[in-house]
């Protein structure tokens, strides 16, 4: 690995800073200590404040063709360096190498799109009524964005967020997850190198999450607050930006319905589930949660997964062909124990895993349960882990009322051949995204977002940038 990308110390107005504190970063497969992080209180993440507040004086005032340089430039690095830092992803979140580089592809795609769409920040000329005046719309940045994300996709929920801010011309303070603060500030390195001013991007690691969560939204200086994680934490902030009343941006749990009529192409199904679900080890907010699947196909689906299942290989992200790897920590592990022992206790059948690894104590066994019902904790509760619920079903309305019974309302998957129920399936499912006939939806050109406690305000796509920008209207006589 190229030991220059692996950082330890905050970043603060293209300063790399160090603290009295420090906080360990553990490696999940090993077990053993990566690095030491510089662990950011009030001080620091108030220095950051102030420098992103300074910077936006200038950031702001840049043409939009100069801060698309910029992007494009960070955009190549990362490309230039995307084998070490899937590495670096691997190591300390633990995900499979193969997925880690897809994630910095993925997550780098956001930078090139958002350069693209800072040239595309066109205002409007409306009619007056009176058609004595002119009507204006300009648009301009928010000003600073407080960000904070998770450590599922600890690149790619920074470059989704931070991406249409500089593209917007905002400049940032961001508080990556404590597990998985690395990938963070490999970025921060690489954006420096790119040409990215002092104080535009500012990242403060931190063991104490609540500190820095209140000073961004007890800030005049800061906008918006953009945050990726449980809906539990994105209440806390939407209460205290309420204050201040800072934008928000939230992107918070879901609970995937995924469902398979059977009218559908049964192996395409199968290949879909596998993908939806497995992803990150199950750690994705889109993740397959409940997989209703209809009655005439059911026993058919259950015999193809029992045999996917069961062929996936658990071991370190580092080594070849391994598909399940170690969740990000103990309270993951406690969390899908919880969850598949209380199905157990109602009626489910385990038909494959059930247990934590005998080979390792972090990595939980892919496992397959059958018998599932829509209201076990299981099919209520973000699983996060490697663990397949299939709930049988039998007609079309009674699936949708069980597929909306939830608070969650972020991703839903449909596999069926009937173009009719796809029309109908569209307006009926609540939920931000649908994937019909397809598993895997994400990509920087699509709006991701949820409904209901889901969230609000969608990323990537031509909506993304929205979110960053302020409308003004101008009355011109
Ligand atoms: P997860 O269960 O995925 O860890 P969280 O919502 O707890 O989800 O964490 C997502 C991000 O929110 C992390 O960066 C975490 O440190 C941060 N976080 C947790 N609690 C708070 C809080 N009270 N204020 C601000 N950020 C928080």
């Avoid at 648009?139 to 470059?159: D, E, L």
């Avoid at 397949?388 to 009322?401: R, W």
């Amino acid at each position: 690995m190229n030991e220059s990308l692996v950082k330890s110390r905050a970043f603060i107005n293209g300063e790399w800073v160090t603290t009295d504190k420090r906080f360990r970063v553990d490696d999940p497969f090993s077990q053993e200590l990566i690095v030491e992080v510089s662990d950011c209180g009030e001080k620091e993440v108030n220095q950051a404040i102030d420098a992103a507040h300074n910077a936006f004086q200038t950031w702001s005032k840049t043409t939009a063709q100069e801060r698309s340089d910029k992007l494009l430039a960070w955009y190549d690095l990362i490309i230039d360096n995307i084998d070490d830092l899937a590495e670096l992803l691997t190591t300390e979140q633990g995900k499979p190498l193969k997925e880690a580089k897809g994630e910095i592809q993925y997550g780098a795609n956001y930078i090139k799109w958002f350069a693209e769409e800072a040239l595309r920040i066109d205002g409007d000329i409306i009619p007056s009524p009176d058609g004595q005046k002119q009507i204006h719309v300009i648009k301009q940045p928010v000003g600073v964005v407080g960000i904070i994300t998770p450590w599922n996709f600890p690149q790619a929920m920074i470059a989704r967020k931070v991406a249409p801010a500089l593209a917007a011309g905002c400049t940032v303070v961001i508080k990556p997850a404590a597990e998985t603060p690395l990938s963070a500030l490999a970025m921060a390195e690489l954006a420096q190198q790119a040409g990215i001013p002092d104080g535009v991007i500012n990242l403060v690691p931190t063991s104490e999450a609540s500190v820095i969560g209140e000073a961004l939204t007890s800030s005049s200086k800061v906008r918006k607050i953009s945050f990726t994680g449980s809906t539990k934490v994105g209440k806390i902030l939407m209460s205290q930006a309420a204050e201040n009343v800072q934008h928000v941006t939230m992107e918070l749990g879901g609970n995937a319905p995924f469902i398979v009529f059977d009218d559908a192409d049964i192996d395409d199904a199968v290949e879909g589930i596998m993908a939806s679900k497995f992803r990150n080890s199950g750690q994705t907010c889109v993740c397959a949660n409940r997989v209703f699947i209809h009655e005439n196909i059911y026993q058919n689906i259950v015999e193809k997964l029992t045999e996917k299942v069961a062929s996936l290989k658990t071991g370190s992200g580092l080594e070849d062909d391994v598909a399940i790897t170690p969740l990000i920590n103990q309270a993951g592990i406690d969390k899908v124990k919880r969850l598949v022992q209380s199905a157990k206790d109602s009626g489910a059948k385990v038909i494959v895993g059930g247990n934590v690894s005998d080979k390792h104590n972090q990595i939980y066994e892919p496992t397959l349960l059958t018998e599932v019902s829509f209201d076990m904790d299981i099919a209520c509760e973000e699983i996060f882990g490697p663990v397949l619920t299939l709930i049988p079903f039998s007609n079309e309305e009674s699936v949708v009322e069980q597929a909306n019974a939830t608070k969650a309302g972020l991703a839903a998957y449909v596999y069926t051949d009937d173009r009719h129920r796809i029309k109908r399936l569209s307006e009926q499912i609540e939920s931000g995204m649908i994937g019909f006939n397809e598993g895997i939806i994400s990509n920087h050109m699509a709006p991701f977002g949820g409904v209901k406690e889901s969230g609000m305000g969608r990323e990537g796509s031509k909506y993304g940038i929205s979110d960053y920008l302020d409308i003004k209207y101008l009355c011109i006589k």
